[in-house]
Nanobody, 112 residues
Framework: QVHLVESGGGLVQPGGSLRLSCAGPGDIVSRYTMAWHREVPEKKGREFVA????????NYADSIMGRFTISRDNALNVVYLQMDSLKPDDTGVYYCMGGGGWGQGTQVTVSP
């Protein structure tokens, strides 16, 4: 089973920024579509946030469009989620997914 490891979560004030990282084994980041999902307190289940294909195409949820940017570094086997203009509604646990595996999640809290 693919083992992914997220990092970069934390507490930030509204309007602030965070960058999440997701490290994967081998060349998984360059071979597969990698995505970020999140679990937010008000909703059940995980919701899609952003994805990047092996070809570099990106896709974003409407709720974060224009504020978040997904990217990847194939040499380092890392995928990033740059989160700007954060809102309290962005609070939740963020999960990286790709190659059939999920990470353990990293907590993001947006609060004054």
């Amino acid at each position: 089973q693919v083992h992914l490891v997220e990092s970069g979560g934390g507490l930030v004030q509204p309007g602030g920024s965070l960058r999440l990282s997701c490290a994967g084994p081998g060349d998984i980041v360059s071979r597969y579509t990698m995505a970020w999902h999140r679990e937010v307190p008000e909703k059940k289940g995980r919701e899609f946030v952003a994805a990047v294909t092996s070809g570099g195409s990106t896709n974003y949820a409407d709720s974060i469009m224009g504020r978040f940017t997904i990217s990847r570094d194939n040499a380092l086997n890392v995928v990033y989620l740059q989160m700007d203009s954060l809102k309290p509604d962005d609070t939740g646990v963020y999960y990286c997914m790709g190659g059939g595996g999920w990470g353990q999640g990293t907590q993001v809290t947006v609060s004054p």
